[in-house]
Antibody, heavy 122, light 110 residues
Framework: QVQLQESGPGLVKASQTLSLSCTVS??????????WSWIRQHPGKGLEWIGY???????YYNPSLESRATISADTSKNQFSLKLNSVTAADTAVYYC??????????????WGQGTLVTVSS | QSALTQPPSVSGSPGQSVTISCTGT?????????FSWYQQPPGTAPKLMIY???NRPSGVPDRFSGSKSGNTASLTISGLQAEDEADYYC??????????FGGGTKVTVL
């Protein structure tokens, strides 16, 4: 049973960099076949995919966030991370880490972390 | 970039069936089985309910079913129960290897 746990500051100042980590237990981030993902949800709004990393280094991002987002993996800690730079109040959201099962014909998120609220302050 | 459109809300009485539609705007939707559905009760993380259009993960009740016709995927909840009250999101894996979500549908059990 895989478990994912987000960690990081709950408050970030505007213009600075949001940094979150996701610790994975019950699975290895270096195993192929899984895409380690970040998704966010603005308060009272829907889900927004940020991006994912697979094969310990290949990444895809939401085109609207690609210029500010970086996802990386630390296989020694069995973690993957999100950095989002130049944040504004519009980046205030609950951030989820998740494990996606992806192939050439489908991609679905089977396992989710509990989510962590990040508030951007001015 | 593709977009997925869902109705903001649907409702039904216990025991009834409700169907949530998810309509895509690009040719991605018609190809392969790229759709999945997620349930999110208030204050909780989303949960996978349907993958590859119509497959249910282990533990998901069989009253949840998925289908697709043309550019529209659908989630049907048969025999609606009070515990089914939640937000539901469709998702599509695009041919560009990105993921998009629909805007979400609130299901209310009357």
């Amino acid at each position: 049973q895989v478990q994912l746990q987000e960690s990081g500051p709950g408050l970030v100042k505007a213009s600075q960099t949001l940094s979150l980590s996701c610790t994975v237990s019950g699975a290895s981030v270096s195993n192929g076949g899984y895409y380690w993902s970040w998704i966010r949800q603005h308060p009272g709004k829907g889900l927004e995919w940020i991006g994912y990393i697979y094969d310990s280094g290949s990444t895809y991002y939401n085109p609207s966030l690609e210029s500010r987002a970086t996802i990386s993996a630390d296989t020694s800690k069995n973690q993957f991370s999100l950095k989002l730079n130049s944040v504004t109040a519009a980046d205030t959201a609950v951030y989820y880490c998740a494990r996606a099962h992806c192939s050439s014909i489908s991609c679905y998120i089977g396992d989710w972390g509990q989510g962590t609220l990040v508030t951007v302050s001015s | 970039q593709s977009a997925l459109t869902q109705p903001p809300s649907v409702s039904g009485s216990p025991g009834q069936s409700v169907t949530i539609s998810c309509t895509g705007t690009s040719s991605d939707v018609g190809d392969y089985n790229r759709f999945s559905w997620y349930q999110q009760p208030p204050g909780t993380a989303p949960k996978l309910m349907i993958y590859e259009v119509s497959n249910r993960p282990s533990g998901v009740p069989d009253r949840f079913s998925g289908s697709k016709s043309g550019n529209t995927a659908s989630l049907t909840i048969s025999g609606l129960q009070a515990e089914d009250e939640a937000d539901y999101y469709c998702s599509l894996h695009t041919s560009s290897s990105t993921v998009i979500f629909g805007g979400g549908t609130k299901v209310t059990v009357l």
